[in-house]
């Protein structure tokens, strides 16, 4: 699968040198792309938006606006635009997703295929731009990077923050 700048997804049938397209979910470039399953997988883009889709599907099913709050205190001073969903991780087979920006947040959703619903349920704090998103395979662990920049160029800089990998334990004892 592959999206871009002119706001659709592309599933590439290779064998049958075929495509599918999806379009209508958002409104700007799709930055972030990540499976959920075979059916279902989901995309974050420069609008703020965050879109799950079927490949069943032309449309979206779900369709969550300014996911990632313009009003946050770590991007005081950069106007009212939607944050930019940056990064999207999903653990494979599951109903958790996680998506990633520069609001000074990691957002966690739950994901119901079945109804074609999303819902948030938990915000870690993260300061900097979250620019990549992955999980251990036992679904046990979130690795965010983190970077003082966007990793597509240097939109803004957030000074305080520090490049490295932020680990979050999603089964705490």
């Known amino acids: 699968m592959t999206a871009g700048g002119d706001r659709s997804v592309r599933l590439w049938k290779v064998v049958e040198e075929s495509q599918l397209v999806f379009d209508n979910g958002h409104t700007a ?49 950069w106007g009212s635009e939607p944050r930019w969903v940056n990064a999207l991780g999903s653990v494979r087979s599951s109903d958790l997703v996680a998506s990633g920006s520069c609001d000074g947040n990691l957002n966690f959703w739950h994901c119901d295929v079945k109804k074609g619903s999303l819902n948030h349920c938990l915000a870690v704090p993260m300061e900097g731009f979250i620019n990549g998103i992955a999980f251990g395979k036992s679904g046990r662990f979130a690795a965010a990077a983190v970077g003082q920049e966007h990793r597509l160029g240097r939109w803004g800089v957030q000074k305080r923050a520090r490049n490295g990998l932020h680990l979050v334990d999603l089964q705490p004892e």
């Open 29 to 77: 470039s799709i930055d972030a792309l990540t499976m959920i399953d075979e059916e279902n997988f989901l995309t974050g883009g420069s609008d703020g938006t965050l879109c799950l889709w079927n490949t069943g599907k032309k449309r979206a099913s779900a369709r969550h606006t300014d996911v990632h709050s313009a009003t946050s205190k770590a991007t005081e001073g």
